[in-house]
T-cell receptor, first 116, second 111 residues
Framework: NAGVTQTPKFRVLKTGQSMTLLCAQD?????MYWYRQDPGMGLRLIHY???????AKGEVPDGYNVSRLKKQNFLLGLESAAPSQTSVYFC???????????????FGDGTRLSIL | GQQVMQIPQYQHVQEGEDFTTYCNSS?????IQWYKQRPGGHPVFLIQ?????EVKKQKRLTFQFGEAKKNSSLHITATQTTDVGTYFC???????????FGAGTRLFVKA
């Protein structure tokens, strides 16, 4: 049981390049999340999804796009990378649904992204 | 918007000393979760508190949820080097959906 898998684990980009971070979960969770973690800033929610085909903005959505075409996958895209997007990106998933209280989030190992 | 403040930002202790981190919300919470992140690792869920005044224990860790459901604490008795890491609280506003993470408290333990 892999849980939450993120690819790639590391990446270096040049300013202006684009890339997609992949997240896959095998726990049949409804909810999925993308966070970024910067020193002293904790975890900040970028985008989230409450089910296949749905996405919503979090605290810091600018410069990012997401898609949830399949329940098990949640993709995070950077269309034109900027140095301010240098960070560690975590994907997470949790169970949930209408009338269900917040369930614990299960995190992937993270993607360390550097933008030069 | 909802804010979750966590203090202290970091703490250095001698092995065997106790440690406490505090979490305060600007709004009433429906629940609060605690996570631990080891250096270089990812956050791992520890526990969830739901009821006003709730206290839960996990071995040397004691978690409390305030009576007003706006604050919480994590206390570690007799710290060990394995306790090193960053402890995050995460709260969900009553009637809301999104879980907001505090900035975390980083614990350093000197052997």
């Amino acid at each position: 049981n892999a849980g939450v898998t993120q690819t790639p684990k590391f990446r270096v980009l040049k300013t202006g390049q684009s890339m997609t971070l992949l997240c896959a979960q095998d726990m049949n969770h409804e909810y999925m999340y993308w966070y970024r973690q910067d020193p002293g800033m904790g975890l900040r929610l970028i985008h989230y999804s409450v089910g296949e085909g749905t996405t919503a903005k979090g605290e810091v959505p600018d410069g990012y796009n997401v898609s949830r075409l399949k329940k098990q996958n949640f993709l995070l895209g950077l269309e034109s990378a900027a140095p301010s997007q240098t960070s560690v990106y975590f994907c997470a998933s949790s169970g949930g649904g209408v009338g269900v209280s917040n369930q614990p989030q299960h995190f992937g190992d993270g993607t360390r992204l550097s933008i030069l | 918007g909802q804010q979750v403040m966590q203090i202290p930002q970091y703490q250095h202790v001698q092995e065997g000393e106790d440690f406490t981190t505090y979490c305060n919300s600007s709004t009433t919470l429906s629940n609060i979760q605690w996570y631990k992140q080891r250096p270089g690792g990812h956050p791992v869920f520890l526990i969830q508190l739901v009821k006003s005044g709730e206290v839960k224990k996990q071995k040397r860790l004691t978690f409390q949820f305030g009576e007003a459901k706006k604050n919480s604490s994590l206390h570690i008795t007799a710290t060990q080097t394995t306790d090193v890491g960053t402890y995050f609280c995460a709260g969900t506003r009553t009637g809301g959906f999104k879980t907001i993470f505090g900035a975390g408290t980083r614990l350093f333990v000197k052997a």
